[in-house]
């Protein structure tokens, strides 16, 4: 199993990414895939989630400004960052979770501690 990040770099505020996830070794299309961020200091943060059905969850922190998308075909999920803060500094990962998620009812998206398989991480760096 892997999970391969990359697109990350350094941008000035109000700048735009295009955050990618390539994915192996498992049933691609039977797991949710989740991005997540972790800050220097700080614990790691749900910030978007495509699930198996093509559901999309964001947090509230991104919303309007983050979108997530999943390509069948090649395995990969894309995280597509516009208007850049320089709160949105950190490194970027993201995550497989086989099952249904939602806000709760089910696994909750946002909690990494539900995830079975991670990345390495890209590092996205935002100045002000």
């Known amino acids: 199993v892997q999970l391969v990040e990359s697109g990350g770099g350094f941008l000035e505020a109000g700048g735009s990414l295009r955050l990618s996830c390539a994915a192996s070794?498992?049933?691609?299309?039977?797991?949710?895939i989740g991005w997540f961020r972790q800050a220097p200091g700080k614990g790691r943060e749900g910030v978007s989630c495509?699930?198996?059905?093509?559901?999309?969850f964001y947090a509230d922190s991104v919303k309007g400004r983050f979108t997530i998308s999943s390509d069948s075909a090649s395995n990969t999920v894309y995280l597509h960052v516009n208007n850049m803060k320089p709160d949105d500094t950190a490194v970027y990962y993201c995550?497989?979770?086989?099952?249904?998620?939602?806000?709760?009812?089910?696994?909750?998206?946002?909690?990494?501690?539900?995830?079975?398989?991670w990345g390495q991480g890209t590092k996205v760096t935002v100045s002000a």
């Open positions: 995550a497989a979770l086989y099952g249904t998620v939602d806000w709760g009812t089910f696994t909750p998206w946002y909690q990494p501690l539900e995830y079975h398989y």
């Open positions: 070794g498992f049933t691609f299309d039977d797991y949710a």
């Open positions: 495509i699930s198996s059905s093509g559901t999309t």
